[in-house]
């Protein structure tokens, strides 16, 4: 009677290989998972620059109603960043400070624009701002018309994109140890000097991504502002509005400005990602 042959062991060195190739086959396999995402996000921006050449960018910078729509954009923008920084900064550190049903509702109140479609908020602005609306009325008795002015034009930005700086702003006050604050109280700092040296200095990363993240968002504000501002050249057309136009007019238009579009919004990303890694390196 013959005996059956016996499983060969495997040795300590094999045993210890059989983990590791299944953990580089799992990282593996994970970068793979990942290519389908980034190749669905690359391809789209990819595809408007190899539809570009550098006469056609060279003409449309050339045309005064594209560069009245980039500096349009690139002006308003930069006001309703600010005009965020001094208004949304208290809503923030109201936020931060005061943790009740009240300021939860006010939380959501705040983020609400960002999830609505940006016509609702045309739409809710000029009901507000417009010759018949409920603030429009007494403003257009003092002669101040808002709609289809460049000032409709910041006030639709502020709308969609200053959430973006109060939630990441709150994010950072909330972020700072609240020891700190007690020990700089017990020394005698008063409320003031609290948020002066301890409070900005602390959450200034979280102060800064907000507000570059604004201006993105501002600068490609499209929906509330074609409702609320209109498209008058020279006037509030911004350079979404522009885009939108071209393709009904100037395909090259409309991609030149796209190309700008994603150009300053890439550059103003990764500036600020640069500066928040030196000042975590130091």
Known sequence: MTSLPATKALSPTQS???PLLWTQWFQHLWK???????LFLLLPIGSIFFRLTPTDIWRTLQASQALQALSLSLVTATITTAVTLIAGTPVAYLIYRRRSSFTRIIETLIELPSVLPPSVAGVALLLTFGRNGWLGQS????GIQIPFTPIAVILAQLFIASPLYVKSAALGFASIDCEIRKAAALDGANRWQILRYIVFPLSWQAILSGLVLTW???IGEFG???LFAGNLPGRTQTMPIAIYIGFETSLETALTLSAILVLISFGILILLKGILHASNSD
């Not at 793979?32 to 980034?38: I, Q, W």
């Not at 403003?139 to 003092?142: A, E």
């Open 16 to 18: 210890e290989r059989i």
């Open 32 to 38: 793979v998972s990942a290519l389908p995402l980034l």
């Open 139 to 142: 403003l257009w008795v003092l």
């Open 216 to 218: 993105a968002r501002a």
């Open 224 to 226: 509330a502002t074609i």
